[in-house]
């Protein structure tokens, strides 16, 4: 299973055309160190343009605890992003888009209304100014787009800041792909 995410991961970079977005998009809980998502994401993580934890259902409660503290979760969000960032991304904060539940997720106290998930974003902001943003599940559930639209007004202040810098860690050279694409 871990050859099989890698090398679907790497090809993709290889044989997708140029400006395709590659993002993995697993529960919080797979992306601990030593385990099996983890350890295949630090040979990949070059070959991602994001990387979109779910903060949801998992090892933290962010909606609850909020991003630094722990105490319904298992562990902080915080300390969760910023080993992603550094055992992933090499210091990239870009790379990491936070994810939030809006409904679905109440039997494990996850669910975060609008207003939750712009105070957790403004507590990543505090600590990642140039953060990937954040995504939500469920769609269907955003009503109107009340949510996305009430987060995205929060997050529109920063969008793009990471235009007027570097990376900091530039992608290696791309390895050749495992299964070369079929010639017609």
């Not at 990949?44 to 909606?63: E, K």
């Not at 995205?152 to 495992?178: F, I, K, V």
Request: charged share 10%; with cysteine.
């Amino acid at each position: 299973q871990k050859d099989f995410l890698r090398d679907l991961t790497v090809d993709l970079r290889n044989i997708l055309p140029v400006g395709s977005i590659i993002t993995h998009a697993p529960m919080d809980s797979d992306l601990v160190p030593d385990t099996g998502y983890y350890d295949v994401l630090q040979q990949v993580g070059w070959a991602l343009d994001f990387l979109c934890p779910q903060y949801y259902n998992g090892i933290t409660r962010p909606a609850l605890d909020g991003f630094t503290n722990s105490g319904y979760g298992a562990m902080s969000a915080y300390n969760h992003y910023t080993t992603l960032i550094n055992g992933i991304f090499g210091g990239d904060e870009t790379k990491i888009v936070f994810g939030f539940c809006i409904s679905d997720c109440s039997g494990t106290g996850s669910n975060a209304n609008a207003n939750q998930a712009v105070t957790v974003m403004n507590q990543v902001r505090s600590e990642y100014p140039c953060n990937g943003g954040a995504f939500f599940w469920v769609a269907a559930h955003d009503i109107g787009g009340s949510w996305s639209s009430t987060v995205n007004t929060a997050l529109e202040p920063y969008r793009g800041c990471s235009l007027s810098s570097p990376p900091t860690n530039p992608p290696p050279t791309n390895p050749p792909p495992t299964n070369p694409p079929p010639t017609n």
